[in-house]
């Protein structure tokens, strides 16, 4: 197969059900299908069994304790036997029945690249629906992952990639994802293909948006883990102004009435650093 598609899923009976029939109703079938569950107790295991008929042998599944979302997401890419994975979580689902067929044509088309992702379509608690592309095929920098990220859900990533850089980090609880792309993107130099597909809506409720003190958290820990404090300390300081100056170059005439004020201080600044500099020698 091209393609595994994982779905992870603890005691979420709606949210998996929505997930693995949007799975199920793909018009191509050159995929096949893991689902990890943790010894869920609220009948999810009946779902799993449900479409796991009707999947036959193109369904992998497991129901056991686990020891988190990523040690549950490693178990998947053991079970996995596609060229690449997309992880698809309970509660999140594809946004159409034409996904795989649009991503398997994406990757033929671009020479199937290491890591492909497409469009994530958010469902917002207050009911409404954002589409965010995420970097949308610019090139993706540290400051991008300083500042963002890489969406999972509709992200496919090449297989062996995981044996290159390694399984998802299991002492995260957040943003193990978020540190594997870097190991991946910009410490290994790998170059993610974007197409402009609606791939995955994303279930807005789950832990790594409701927890955010804790996502900062996990994501000081692993620049510290990763980069030297050198480095780190000019992207704490600088980061998010640089961000702010790229936000502006959209707006050309704020960009230019910035560029004005700044140059102005500068000229007030460099007059009174001559005029001490005169007066110190005198």
């Known amino acids: ?37 943790g010894a869920s ?19 992998k599944w497991i129901s056991e304790p686990d020891k988190g979302i990523y040690n549950a997401m490693n178990k998947g890419i053991g079970m996995a036997s596609g060229e690449y994975v997309e992880f698809l979580n309970s509660g999140d689902y594809l946004a159409g029945p034409d996904v795989v067929a649009r991503m398997l044509k994406a990757l033929e088309e671009n020479a199937c690249p290491s890591i492909l992702y497409g469009n994530m379509i958010k469902d917002m608690p207050n009911g409404k629906i954002l589409k965010d592309r995420g970097f949308a095929g610019q090139d993706i920098s540290f400051l991008g992952f300083y500042t963002g990220t890489l969406n999972h859900p509709p992200t496919f990533i090449r297989r062996d990639l995981f044996n290159k850089y390694g399984l998802y980090d299991e002492n995260l609880k957040i943003v193990s994802d978020w540190k594997w792309f870097i190991q ?8 993610p293909i974007y197409a402009e597909i609606d791939v995955a809506v994303f279930d807005m409720t ?5 927890n955010q003190e804790l996502n900062k958290c996990e994501r000081r820990q692993v620049l510290a883990e990763l980069f030297p404090q050198t480095i780190l300390e000019d992207y704490n300081h ?23 004020l700044e140059r102005c201080l500068f000229k007030i600044e ?4 001559l005029k001490s500099r005169t007066v110190q020698y005198q």
């Not at 789950?206 to 409701?210: K, Q, W």
Request: proline residues 2%; positive net charge; contains cysteine.
């Open 1 to 37: 197969m091209k393609l595994t598609i994982i779905t992870i899923n603890r005691n979420n009976t709606a949210g998996l059900g929505k997930t693995m029939q949007s799975v199920f109703s793909q018009t191509c079938k050159e995929f096949d299908y893991v689902v990890v569950d």
């Open 41 to 59: 107790t609220d009948g999810s295991v009946d779902i799993i069994s449900k479409y796991a008929f009707l999947f036959g042998h193109r369904m």
């Open 184 to 191: 991946a993107i910009i410490l290994g130099e790998e170059k």
């Open 206 to 210: 789950g832990i790594s948006e409701t």
């Open 238 to 260: 600088w980061a998010f102004p640089i961000a702010q100056i790229k936000r502006l170059k959209r707006h050309p005439w704020a960009y230019k009435l910035v560029w004005f």
């Open 270 to 273: 460099k007059r009174q650093v």
